[in-house]
């Protein structure tokens, strides 16, 4: 049995003081006493950590390659789509695997015990599949051995170029599945996981309305009806042009008239829906899957985030690109473009909870869900998923309750958690990673031969 001992502590009926957690050999917590005498590791605050819900962690290698002016007149996603094309050409499983152990390294250092990685680099750039045709997915995994982090893989089907069904165009050769195919590797990809302690778990990526069919959109489904099911939807204003001019309707009003999402469900982005459109979306329990900082950065456009919180929907936070990996940043950013769109303050609190603890909170419930993972909140049972943070800093002296988080996530920067624990395995310490200078060394090695290939 481990022993932690918090001065602080937010737990599901709220904050709490000198709160004793144990957490047994499995990972999991095995008991929470509030008002306990002082017993195990000391510390300040004591946070349930939360889950990345959306990364591709191969994109954090080209974060810096893509704000130059290129030769189109007006950079956007998409021209910043065929640069991110070229730059994977590149990319060798030994660099996936070093890349992602260096990702999902910063994702914990940043209060983040979850991985969830939509994950669609699967074949040589020519398409052609490795001899284990889920080789990427094992790297990804092995990264997840080296680092701790506990790992929901998502491996994607991408079938398509676009809703006519074209064929994959340079640079997509990658990604490519078809149906069976999918099957096939999506089974391998679990496999990969058997090797991983026991809260790593499978889920699947339909990759979007424009890269599968209907009829392969039910597949997916159907593949795994248990486990969490993720697709990116109405991210972009040209994407959502071509579903409609193929399918009728605009791709939210499509995917409610023939599918039936629900809380299973993960919708990556949503950053383009009609006022009838959150609405009816939030009431199904279907999750919404942001990353302000890459939304910000790609200029998707601003999520509704008001008429969401009103009709009761659920958010989920993630890295995405992993430009930048910094889990307080993604809520600040989150709340900011609300500020931005609404011309007011304080967009998500309520009368009983201040914004950042409903970001906060809302992250954990979200993530929880996302990642198809016992975690969220530090409860008996759940996988010990937990950061602490120094309070004897200059963000947080003198403050106590709500306002604990407000500073983190308003006032505090990098460098803000001390120590996080991912299914008990305390994988970071005094700020620091237990592996960090290895796999930093690994990484500027791979960085190094790859700039020598580009």
């Known amino acids: 049995m481990t ?19 144990g957490l047994d050999s499995a990972g999991r917590i095995a008991d929470v006493t509030p008002d306990a005498a002082p017993e195990g590791q000391r510390l300040d605050l004591v946070l349930p950590a939360v889950a990345n819900v959306h990364s591709h962690i191969f994109q954090r290698a080209m974060a810096g390659l893509s704000e130059a002016r290129g030769p189109h007149p007006r950079d956007t996603f998409w021209t910043w789509r065929q640069l991110m094309y070229r730059f994977l050409d590149h990319l060798t499983p030994d660099d996936i695997e070093v890349i992602a152990a260096l990702v999902q390294m910063e994702m914990l250092e940043a209060g983040y015990a979850t991985n969830v990685e939509f994950h669609y680099l699967h074949h ?12 990427m997915s094992q790297r990804i995994a092995a990264a997840a ?31 490519g599945t078809t149906p069976e195919d999918f099957a096939r590797l999506l089974d391998g990809a679990e496999a990969a996981l058997a090797g991983l302690p ?13 890269a599968v069919s209907p009829e392969a959109l039910k597949l997916c489904t159907e593949l795994r009806p248990d486990r969490p099911l993720h697709l990116h939807l109405a991210e972009q204003i040209p994407e959502i042009e071509e579903v409609q001019a193929a399918y009728g309707h605009r791709p939210v009003e499509w995917l409610l008239e023939n599918f039936s999402p629900d809380q299973r469900w993960t919708l990556i982005h949503l950053t383009h ?28 456009g601003i999520f509704n985030g008001v008429t969401w919180q009103q009709a009761g929907g659920r958010i989920g936070c993630g890295s995405d690109s992993n430009v930048r990996i910094a889990l307080f940043e993604e809520l600040r950013t989150l709340e900011y ?54 309070c004897a800093t200059p963000v947080l002296c003198g403050r106590d309750g709500d306002t604990l988080l407000d500073s983190l996530i308003f006032a505090g920067g990098d460098g803000q958690i001390n120590d996080v624990w991912a299914a008990g395995r305390h994988v970071v310490q005094e700020g620091r990673h237990m592996d960090r200078d290895r796999i930093v060394s690994d990484y500027l090695t791979c960085i190094g031969k790859l700039q020598e290939r580009l």
């Not at 026991?198 to 424009?210: F, T």
């Open 3 to 21: 022993v932690l001992w918090a001065e602080r502590a937010l737990l599901p009926t709220g904050w709490a003081k000198n709160v004793r957690i």
């Open 124 to 135: 040589q750039p020519d398409g052609t599949p490795y001899a284990n045709p889920a080789e």
């Open 145 to 175: 051995a080296r680092s701790g982090i506990g790992l929901t893989l998502l491996p994607v089907h991408y079938q398509y170029g676009g809703c006519d069904h074209r064929p994959l165009g340079p640079g997509q050769q990658r990604f």
């Open 198 to 210: 026991a809260d790593a778990g499978i889920g699947v990526a339909p990759h979007s309305l424009r």
């Open 273 to 300: 829906m009609t006022e009838d459109e959150t609405r009816n979306l939030a009431a199904t329990g279907a999750l919404a899957g942001l990353c302000p900082i890459t939304e910000s950065s790609l200029g998707d």
């Open 337 to 390: 473009s609300q500020r931005l769109r609404e011309h007011a303050r304080a967009i998500y609190a309520t009368p009983e909870r201040s914004t950042g603890r409903v970001l906060y909170e809302a992250a954990l419930d979200g993530g929880a869900t996302a990642a198809g993972r016992d975690t969220g909140a530090i409860a008996e049972g759940n996988w010990a998923d937990l950061c602490a943070v120094s």
